[in-house]
C-alpha cells in the first residue's frame, strides 16, 4: 500500500502559476503510475494528467494540455503537477493518486490509493 500526500495549492491569479507536489510512503513508489485529478465543487472528479511508472510516458485532459505538465521523481518519491497559465476553471481540489495498472488510466476506479487533496483557487 501507498500513502500519498498533497502540498502546493492556494490562491493565484488568472493567468499565474502552481506547482503542486505529491510525496509518496509505503511500498516501491517507482511500481505505481500516477495521477492527478481534480474536483470542481458541484462536478464529478476528473482526471488531469498521469505519467507512467518511469517517466517516460505521459497523458493529458484536453483541457488542460500544453498549461501542465507531470513529473515524477523516483528516487525522491514524489510527482509533481507545474500548472501554467492558470485559468479560473481550474479552480478546483487536487488529488493524487496511485495505479497499479501498467499504463495510465483516465478512469476513477483504476487508482485505489488517493491522497486528501490539496485546493486550488484562481481568482479571475
Known amino acids: 500500500q501507498v500513502q500519498l500526500v498533497e502540498s502546493g495549492g492556494g490562491l493565484v491569479q488568472a493567468g499565474g502559476s502552481l506547482r503542486l507536489s505529491c510525496a509518496a510512503s509505503?511500498?516501491?513508489?517507482?511500481?505505481?503510475?500516477m495521477g492527478w485529478f481534480r474536483q470542481a465543487p458541484g462536478n464529478e472528479r476528473e482526471f488531469v494528467a498521469g505519467i507512467n511508472r518511469s517517466g517516460g510516458s505521459t497523458r493529458y485532459a484536453e483541457s488542460v494540455k500544453g498549461r501542465f505538465t507531470i513529473s515524477r521523481d523516483n528516487d525522491k518519491n514524489t510527482v509533481s503537477l507545474q500548472m501554467n497559465s492558470l485559468k479560473a476553471e481550474d479552480t478546483a481540489s487536487y488529488y493524487c493518486?496511485?495505479?497499479?495498472?501498467?499504463?495510465?488510466?483516465?478512469?476513477?476506479?483504476?487508482?485505489?490509493?488517493w491522497g486528501q487533496g490539496t485546493q486550488v483557487t484562481v481568482s479571475s
Open positions: 509505503g511500498r516501491t513508489f517507482s511500481s505505481y503510475v
Open positions: 493518486a496511485a495505479s497499479n495498472r501498467a499504463i495510465v488510466f483516465t478512469s476513477l476506479d483504476s487508482y485505489p490509493y
